[in-house]
């Protein structure tokens, strides 16, 4: 399925003819599923808490076991020929509205955790090609030491040269969650599906840790999910996917494997669309 957005590909001054590039992109799509992909999400944005990383038996902010597990997830999808773009949290690290209960200004708190998703970034992307899976980190707030800014060309660049982009320092302003962010980024590069991992199955009525009795939802509508009040995102971000028709598929990332599952077409988690 050819990616929202996407143009024919120029060869100098030459166009290949449209029939010709659907030819070649339905082939393309025959490998990916004769690999066990699903050709719907030709692209994707993952988003990932920070507490994905932390060793919380240690207290400590990143896990290598957890950084290793989730950077080979990543690249057990990236290897069905899917594009990946990634937005990490930082709330391992420093979260802002906690920074408050500790006298920190809510703007210097939100940027603290901003420059704590670049921590996590780095751990991710070095993780990634150590394990050959070709990487870039791209940030709201420049540091061109150890990051690019954020430029939808280049970004659509790396993406179709099959590299993993990491988004890093939320939206590059204060009072924004990653979530948001997430939502921006998934919407600029007109990502097919934004996956929400988390530490659920799924979304529910109630919350299921609390309450033995909530209920599972595979699916659900946008619309649905503002009736019932059930909180999936921040109102902003889900607002931006509501907005740009981005599906939402929120999934429980700590079983092995399950990120591609879903993305073969096997029913797991909560689809909002």
Avoid: W
């Amino acid at each position: 399925m050819q990616s929202k957005g996407r143009e024919a590909p120029h060869f100098g001054a030459h166009v290949i003819d449209p029939s010709l590039y659907m030819a070649l992109e339905v082939r393309t799509m025959e490998k990916i599923r004769s690999a066990g992909g699903n050709p719907n999400y030709k692209r994707i944005l993952l988003k990932l808490s920070g507490e994905a990383l932390k060793n919380s038996k240690l207290g400590t902010p990143i896990s290598d076991h957890r950084l290793r597990k989730i950077c080979y997830e990543i690249k057990e999808v990236h290897a069905l020929g899917i594009e990946i773009g990634v937005v990490i949290g930082g709330g391992n690290i420093f979260r802002g509205l906690a920074g408050q209960d500790k006298g920190v200004n809510r703007n210097t708190g939100d940027y603290m955790g901003m420059l704590s998703t670049m921590i996590n970034g780095l751990a991710i992307m070095d993780f990634l090609e150590k394990i050959d899976v070709e990487a870039r980190i791209q940030t709201a707030i420049p540091m061109e030491k150890i990051g690019e800014p954020f430029i939808l060309r280049r970004t659509i660049q790396h993406l179709e040269k099959g590299r993993i982009v990491i988004f890093v320092a939320g939206t590059g302003n204060p009072y924004f969650s990653t979530d948001t962010a997430a939502a921006l980024r998934a919407s600029e590069i007109s990502a097919d599906l934004l996956l929400k991992a988390t530490d659920v199955d799924g979304i529910y009525d109630k919350d299921p840790k609390k309450d033995s009795k909530a209920k599972k939802f595979d699916e659900i509508s946008y619309i649905d999910v503002l009736q019932k009040r059930l909180r999936v995102m921040d109102t902003a971000a889900f607002s931006l996917c509501l907005d740009n028709g981005i599906p939402i598929l929120v999934l429980n990332m700590n079983k092995p494997g399950n990120i591609k599952k879903a993305l073969m077409g096997e029913k797991l988690g909560t689809l909002v669309a």
